[in-house]
């Protein structure tokens, strides 16, 4: 069947299960209407926004959640990637209720805290580390350590990623096709209304697996910028691997040029290596920040990177905050990363993510869907594109008619899934292959009606 065909079927599709998925939830139509007096959208962060409303959930026991409607669900959501340890993890649960009980907090740091940093430095192989409270937190002070240890004021990152919401950042994140600029000329475009026009002085954009263009970019102006923020593999367009050579070149320009070299490791660092994507592909930057899976789905995040980069705080670089190493989020992050992300666990999401990988591939491959699939274990995603995406322009051609058909016919059929093409699956160590089966099952069904 023709591609044309296929797209046209799914809107089809998407109309149908649509419809389907307003006549079964009620209860989040309901609780909708009730939260959008006192929230903007109804929730508590864009990315939570659903159309036309978001499916509210009350709770989840391993691989599963439950909605407001009573209906139970797989979850391949798994909070944006927090949830690799699964829901109500019997061991993090422990941890959290016996933190709680002993202090919430003193705004002093307690030993587990330092504990913890030993863990990270030593699972991430950094010298030195500090606690946030967000992904975002991390990047904005990784920036501000790189800033003071360089002396210069700006930041190069990659055409269409996210780094969290703060103003600095928030350029060329997912731009539209009219604001993006050239190939060879990306624009930095603010992503946001109330985000200066003016403060992209301060930014460059580079395309990702383009290593010329960082070249290029640093003959010219290299001796202004600070550091290189990058996700290793990006993940908020799907997710789109490093090519061979590309990391290991960007890491020699950085260190010719004396730019930092940041890796994002927000998505990654907890999910798809034991020591992220910097041991997964064998690439050390200077700073790396982390947050999501490594605290066991409590607010907390964290930097660190080599000592001599590091000590700029000791030196006036300023970092604060009243809940950085606070005793709940670090005893969970603790017993996540010392007993639940084990070497064994990530064998375990390894198999699972394989296994789901070559289900989907076959529906695709027997169905003629154009699509792909990206397996790196705990994370996967379909990418409707014939082709794997190199970089974000790659992006902007994929189907998004498939994608939006895809979304109400998994979630109807007990599926939970991230809303947004730009997003992926998180599985977690609870998850079974009669788990991972159920959603090749939805797939495989899915692009049967796709093609008849
Ligand atoms: C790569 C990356 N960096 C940073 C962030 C921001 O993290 P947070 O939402 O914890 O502030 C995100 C959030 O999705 C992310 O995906």
Same mark, same amino acid.
């Given at each position: 069947m023709t591609d044309d065909r296929i797209t046209q079927n799914a809107a089809a599709v998407a109309q149908r299960e649509l419809s389907t998925l307003v006549e079964r939830t009620p209860g989040s139509k309901a609780l909708f209407a009730r939260a959008v007096k006192t929230m903007p959208g109804g929730v508590a962060s864009s990315f939570q926004l659903g159309d036309p409303y978001p499916i509210y959930l009350e709770r989840g026991i391993g691989p599963e959640v439950w909605d407001v409607d009573g209906h139970r669900y797989y979850d391949f959501h798994n909070g944006f990637g927090t949830m690799a340890v699964g829901h109500a993890n019997p061991i993090v649960a422990e941890a959290i209720e016996a933190a709680a009980r002993n202090g919430v907090h003193f705004a002093v740091t307690v030993e587990r805290?330092?504990?913890?940093?030993?863990?990270?430095?030593?699972?991430?192989?950094?010298?030195?580390?500090?606690?946030?409270?967000?992904?975002?937190?991390?990047?904005?002070?990784?920036?501000?350590?790189?800033?003071?240890?360089?002396?210069?004021?700006v930041i190069a990152k990659i055409e269409g990623s996210y780094h969290g919401h703060v103003d600095q950042l928030m350029y060329s994140v997912l731009p539209g096709a009219d604001v993006m600029g050239g190939r060879d000329t990306p624009a930095a475009t603010p992503k946001s209304k109330g985000v200066p026009a003016e403060m992209a002085e301060w930014i460059r954009i580079v395309p990702f697996n383009d290593a010329s263009a960082v070249e290029r970019l640093f003959e010219a102006e290299g001796s202004k910028i600070a550091a290189l923020i990058m996700e290793p593999v990006m993940m908020n367009i799907g997710i789109v691997v490093p090519q061979p050579g590309y990391l290991e070149a960007v890491r020699e320009l950085c260190t010719k040029y004396g730019v930092v070299l940041i890796f994002d490791e927000v998505k990654c660092g907890g999910t798809i290596a034991p020591g992220g994507a910097a041991e997964r592909f064998g690439v050390q930057p200077d700073l790396s920040s982390w947050a999501k899976s490594i605290g066991g789905g409590t607010a907390i995040g964290a930097f660190g990177g080599r000592a001599e980069i590091m000590d700029q705080i000791n030196q006036g670089a300023a970092h604060q905050g009243t809940y950085n190493g606070?005793?709940?989020?670090?005893?969970?992050?603790?017993? @996540?990363?010392?007993?639940?992300?084990?070497?064994?666990?990530? $064998?375990? #999401?390894?198999?699972?993510?394989?296994?789901?990988? &070559?289900?989907?591939?076959?529906?695709?491959?027997?169905?003629?869907?154009?699509?792909?699939?990206?397996?790196?274990?705990?994370?996967?995603?379909? @990418?409707?594109?014939?082709?794997?995406?190199?970089?974000?322009? $790659?992006? #902007?051609?994929?189907?998004?008619?498939?994608?939006? &058909?895809?979304?109400?016919w998994m979630v109807n059929r007990g599926v939970f899934m991230t809303p947004g093409d730009e997003e992926q699956w998180t599985l977690s160590i609870q998850h079974t292959d009669e788990v991972i089966d159920r959603y090749v099952d939805a797939f495989g069904e899915f692009c049967a009606a796709l093609t008849t």
């Amino acid at each position: 069947m023709t591609d044309d065909r296929i797209t046209q079927n799914a809107a089809a599709v998407a109309q149908r299960e649509l419809s389907t998925l307003v006549e079964r939830t009620p209860g989040s139509k309901a609780l909708f209407a009730r939260a959008v007096k006192t929230m903007p959208g109804g929730v508590a962060s864009s990315f939570q926004l659903g159309d036309p409303y978001p499916i509210y959930l009350e709770r989840g026991i391993g691989p599963e959640v439950w909605d407001v409607d009573g209906h139970r669900y797989y979850d391949f959501h798994n909070g944006f990637g927090t949830m690799a340890v699964g829901h109500a993890n019997p061991i993090v649960a422990e941890a959290i209720e016996a933190a709680a009980r002993n202090g919430v907090h003193f705004a002093v740091t307690v030993e587990r805290t330092v504990a913890l940093a030993e863990e990270l430095c030593r699972r991430f192989k950094v010298d030195q580390v500090r606690f946030t409270n967000s992904g975002t937190e991390s990047n904005m002070t990784a920036i501000r350590v790189a800033r003071a240890a360089t002396g210069r004021d700006v930041i190069a990152k990659i055409e269409g990623s996210y780094h969290g919401h703060v103003d600095q950042l928030m350029y060329s994140v997912l731009p539209g096709a009219d604001v993006m600029g050239g190939r060879d000329t990306p624009a930095a475009t603010p992503k946001s209304k109330g985000v200066p026009a003016e403060m992209a002085e301060w930014i460059r954009i580079v395309p990702f697996n383009d290593a010329s263009a960082v070249e290029r970019l640093f003959e010219a102006e290299g001796s202004k910028i600070a550091a290189l923020i990058m996700e290793p593999v990006m993940m908020n367009i799907g997710i789109v691997v490093p090519q061979p050579g590309y990391l290991e070149a960007v890491r020699e320009l950085c260190t010719k040029y004396g730019v930092v070299l940041i890796f994002d490791e927000v998505k990654c660092g907890g999910t798809i290596a034991p020591g992220g994507a910097a041991e997964r592909f064998g690439v050390q930057p200077d700073l790396s920040s982390w947050a999501k899976s490594i605290g066991g789905g409590t607010a907390i995040g964290a930097f660190g990177g080599r000592a001599e980069i590091m000590d700029q705080i000791n030196q006036g670089a300023a970092h604060q905050g009243t809940y950085n190493g606070n005793p709940l989020s670090v005893a969970a992050a603790y017993a @996540t990363l010392t007993r639940v992300l084990t070497d064994d666990a990530y $064998d375990h #999401l390894g198999r699972l993510g394989a296994r789901l990988a &070559a289900g989907l591939g076959k529906a695709i491959d027997e169905y003629g869907i154009p699509a792909n699939v990206v397996d790196l274990g705990c994370k996967g995603c379909v @990418t409707y594109r014939s082709e794997p995406l190199t970089c974000y322009r $790659d992006f #902007l051609e994929t189907n998004t008619q498939l994608y939006e &058909a895809s979304y109400p016919w998994m979630v109807n059929r007990g599926v939970f899934m991230t809303p947004g093409d730009e997003e992926q699956w998180t599985l977690s160590i609870q998850h079974t292959d009669e788990v991972i089966d159920r959603y090749v099952d939805a797939f495989g069904e899915f692009c049967a009606a796709l093609t008849t």
